[in-house]
């Protein structure tokens, strides 16, 4: 909104001379007065509207009237997650970069740093014959970390283009503090992840059961199968998802009930592509050229954050650090959301829906031996509910619709579309008495992107959807974790969820949902499980709460 002088009549000029009428209804300097009390107020106004909005910045009209960007087609989402190329000249496996005979070093090494500054490190890249690479492309994390402090930060790696990376870390403790950078794929394996991203839908199949009262037939589904049989497709013209199985013989189409995912041979690779993804050269430490630097708490060195956690505010990578096993924002004001009194305190009187994958069934299930008053309702593979009756608590998680991939069986009956959730929730007229996390990613790894996409585009209009009906409903976007390094690569990789998290980014950057980076947060300890320890979990809700409750 912005308020602007209305321009002089023609004639008029600011040095006339006021009217001297008493009574001047109806007559030109009556015009003249009342246009320049009109500019003068309007002014006035502008300049109070303008203080009061800086002053209630987080929930002024000026900040509830934003509205979103232009929604970003499949296309240009994808444009955006870009990977500098690696070469196209790869000849044999012994070209390819190696952690073994990499260097990390020190850029402006100092004798002792302040807490608050920042560690540039440089990684060299060799190949297998101990060769500098000219190219850039490679897949590296890397981290800081004090193991009697149990603090650690994620690492920014920026890709120098000619086969060096800057890695840039703030230094958020004193101490003794080491640096671990790891090559967690080679440009030349990243090159073959690639190859079949876009367009292999076949990485993950899935068997199909149709249930009609006591008949069973069983077909084979998928996100895309040959049109070469009768198919059962299921898709929505609005949302541009679909689903699809060979026709079973006899039962109809509507009666597909049960979806068991399985992972078929191949993709086809060459002997030295298998050996690029071999586990042995996925996620192996380079070796520093230095020590442990000394970091020292220097006078007024920095600070720490003042700012309430609140939906919509930026969220950089990395955006915190962990310091005796606790989480601390860079940005913001952390609750203190560990206790059973103070998540009760958030939670008491509200609905906790968490919709997604198991890394947000660890929530329910982590505040169910948490919280004493909390008792299961339903306790299903396919949606949970506990409720503390006393606190007028309750806790929903449901799953995500198919994609679904696991041991067990998938009742696609019982899972609602996350829009569809989203779509069905009632909202009090308080409008905070809903709090509502979703996190989606580790069942898509195995798709080309339009798949996770499209369905973070139908979950961004749901939210938006359920903002105009209840603008203060809390939403936080769970990002994905880091998987273990023995998954298979061509399916469940971790550049996947990486760039997969970028899309997600880029998807809600303009939204009014609060962001738990649980990639930062994974990377930072070090931990390569689908489903993080009790530690990482414990503070991804933490900071999930932050942003609904700011009185601990």
């Avoid at 690639?194 to 006591?214: E, V």
């Avoid at 199985?245 to 060459?270: A, D, R």
């Avoid at 990395?318 to 310091?323: A, I, K, R, T």
């Avoid at 409720?387 to 019982?414: C, E, L, Q, Y």
Wanted: with cysteine.
């Amino acid at each position: 909104m912005e308020f602007i002088k209305p321009m002089d009549q023609p004639g008029e000029s600011a040095t006339d001379p006021p009217s001297t009428e008493v009574h001047c209804f109806g007559t030109q300097q009556c015009k003249y007065s009342r246009k320049k009390f009109i500019c003068i107020s309007l002014c006035a106004i502008g300049v109070l509207f303008m203080y009061f909005s800086r002053l209630y910045k987080r929930t002024s009209i000026w900040e509830q009237s934003k509205t979103t960007h232009k929604e970003m087609t499949v296309d240009e989402v994808i444009f955006s997650l870009s990977w500098p190329p690696s070469t196209s000249n790869f000849s044999s496996f012994n070209n390819s970069s190696s952690a073994q005979y990499s260097e990390v070093r020190l850029e402006q090494s100092r004798a002792q740093y302040c807490v608050g500054d920042t560690l540039n490190v440089l990684v060299e890249m060799r190949n297998y014959s101990g060769h500098p690479k000219s190219y850039g492309g490679d897949f590296i994390l890397a981290r800081i970390h004090s193991a009697k402090l149990q603090a650690c930060a994620s690492g920014d790696v920026i890709d120098l283009l000619n086969g060096s990376y800057r890695v840039r870390f703030r230094l958020f403790w004193p101490g003794e503090v080491h640096v671990s950078v790891r090559l967690i794929h080679s440009s030349e394996a990243v090159r073959v992840l690639q190859k079949d991203w876009m367009q292999d839908y076949g990485k993950a199949m899935h068997k199909g059961t149709f249930i009609s009262g006591k008949k069973r037939e069983t077909s084979q589904c998928a996100l895309r199968l040959s049109p070469d049989r009768p198919l059962c497709e299921y898709r929505k013209k609005e949302d541009g998802e679909y689903y699809a199985c060979y026709k079973p013989q006899t039962l109809p189409c509507n009666s597909l009930t049960i979806t068991k995912s399985y992972i078929p041979p191949g993709p086809h690779l060459t002997e030295e592509e298998v050996q690029l993804l071999a586990r042995k050269n996925t996620g192996i430490e380079i070796k520093n050229s230095f020590k442990p630097v000394t970091v020292v708490g220097c006078t007024d060195a920095t600070h720490r954050p003042t700012e309430k956690c609140v939906a919509g505010m930026n969220s950089p990578f990395p955006g915190g650090y962990f310091y005796s096993n606790r989480w601390s924002s860079s940005i913001c004001q952390i609750g203190p959301f560990l206790s059973e009194e103070t998540i009760t305190r958030c939670l008491k009187g509200k609905t906790l829906y968490l919709l997604g994958d198991s890394t947000l069934r660890q929530w329910i299930e982590y505040l169910g031996r948490k919280l004493k008053g909390l008792r299961y309702i339903e306790k299903g593979d396919d949606s949970k509910l506990a409720a503390d009756v006393h606190n007028n608590i309750t806790v929903r998680w449901a799953r995500h619709s198919h994609p679904w991939i696991g041991f067990r069986a998938a009742n696609i009956k019982a899972t609602i579309p996350l829009p569809e959730i989203l779509d069905r929730i009632a909202v009090g007229s308080g409008q905070d008495d809903v709090i509502l996390v979703i996190g989606i990613g580790q069942h898509f790894r195995p798709y080309p992107p339009e798949v996770f996409i499209r369905r973070l585009r139908n979950v961004r209009r749901a939210i938006l959807r359920l903002h105009a009906r209840s603008p203060q409903t809390t939403v936080v976007i769970k990002l994905e974790n880091s998987r273990e390094l023995e998954s298979k690569m061509t399916q469940f990789s971790n550049w996947y969820g990486y760039m997969q998290n970028l899309a997600q980014r880029k998807v809600f950057e303009d939204m009014k949902v609060g962001l738990v980076d649980a990639w930062d947060m994974t990377v930072a300890a070090n931990t390569f499980a689908v489903h993080p320890n009790g530690v990482v979990v414990s503070n991804e809700l933490a900071l999930a709460l932050s942003f609904a409750c700011h009185e601990a």
